[in-house]
């Protein structure tokens, strides 16, 4: 069967700025329809099938955007909408639209402002039930990303939901690794059922029994009431432990026994409780090594190991950043936590930091540039120094390879020249600042603060990218 065709309908009534908007739109792929007002919309949606967004120009005032809303409400699958400003000085959305327009984009649209909305309207489209609430915090607890990993990764995610396998999810710390977890419970028949996480982790070995399995009055000192653990409030639906190579191996015996068994007993009691929930867990950690290390249990191990997914880091799909940015700041305007933009400069630079904190740490950046610098236009120069690529290193690439003005009196210097077949420049320019730290490390003895001073560098700034290009110093033979 062919794939439905997306559309896009834009509410415009001045032609020439609508037929702009729509020339931008067809660019990423996707077809257009043009009205000029809520009345022609109501015809229009009639007409389409899989319309994906509305696009609403309008003025300060918002009447016509209004409108829009109250039509979108009457349709069953009701498509994200979103304000196409005007030039003029616009309020913060009043109540009566809030969770029910999904962002705002600037007067002068890009198509680098309009490929991440789009993509956010296809997430929100392809929710299999309406939201009653509208755009509620569930859109946010998509996997948000384009990338090739990413969409493997999600389709991994719809493969296994619908079964009833265990899965076991691994990735660095701040991949979203509790993302895909409530992505599984979502599209799997458990969804109307608790989502219950735990982390193994955090809870002190001593109480983590009691918080997965409950508890009887008067069971431990402290005791002063019956308590349902984790397993009895998942019940039906999905339980997730996080952190689970941290947990105790006497916890992981009592564990395994009830992914066999499906059966257990309250802390302090003898009655035996039949459990019915799927268990998905995750770890930061490599499991086979501390099943080598006598830390983990090896059947426990194969029990959890049925479905594993790994969730790539940030450093390996940059190019979902700009969605991300565009997933946090929405969060943040719901919440009214503030917004920020960022230039392009700005979205370049932290496409070639290291980020060892993944998602999160960008999601704490975020925040923080939205209190540094409210409802303006974030610039490469503002962004802290950690992430911003280092100057210097650019004019030692000029001074190397670009054409350079001959010395007064002297031959001329020849530039570099581009081989006939090209090159690929995002892996030569990789090559070279590898080159040049390994050269800098190489004359400070791997000094590594002596050598970020070569390179006018922050100490911190170098070790993440000797971490990047996997530099270290190499082992000195023995002598015989």
Known sequence: MAQQEKQVVIVDPDTDSAGRTASIVELLDYSTAVVADADSLVTAMAGLDGVVAVLVRDEPALECLEAVVCVLQEAERPPACYLHERAGDYAPLPVSLEGKVLGTLPADLRYRNLLPVLYEAELYSSYKKPLKTGYTSHLYRTLVGSSRDIQYVRTL??????TEASVLILGESGTGKEVVARNIHYYSARREHPFVPVNCGAIPADLLESELFGHE????????????????????GTLFLDEIGDMPLNMQVKLLRVLQERSFERVGSNETLETDVRIVAATHQDLEQLVTEGKFRM????????????????????????LLVRGFVNRMEQDKRGTVNLDVCAQAALAKYYWPGNVRELSNLIERLAILYP??????????????????????????????????????????QLP?????????????????????????????????????????????????????????????
């Open 217 to 236: 009055r008067g069971a431990f000192t402290g005791a002063y009431s019956a308590r349902q653990g984790r397993f009895e409030l998942a019940e039906g």
């Open 157 to 162: 995610i719809r493969q296994v939901a619908v």
């Open 375 to 416: 409802q303006k236009l974030v610039k490469w120069s503002d962004l802290p120094e950690k992430f911003r690529p280092n100057q210097d290193w650019i004019a030692e690439q000029s001074e190397e390879f670009a054409v350079r003005a001959p010395a007064p009196g002297g031959p001329p210097v020849s530039a570099l």
């Open 420 to 480: 006939a077949d090209g090159i690929d420049l995002k892996t030569h320019l990789a090559d070279i600042e590898r080159s040049l730290m390994v050269q800098a490390l190489d004359q400070t003895d791997w000094v590594v603060a002596r050598a970020a001073k070569l390179l006018n560098l922050q100490r911190t700034t170098l070790v993440e990218k000797m971490r990047k290009y996997e530099i270290s110093r190499p082992e000195e033979l023995p002598e015989f």
């Open 299 to 322: 059947d426990l191990y194969y029990r959890l190991n049925v479905f594993p997914i790994e969730v790539p880091p940030l450093r390996k799909r940059v190019e979902d950043i700009p």
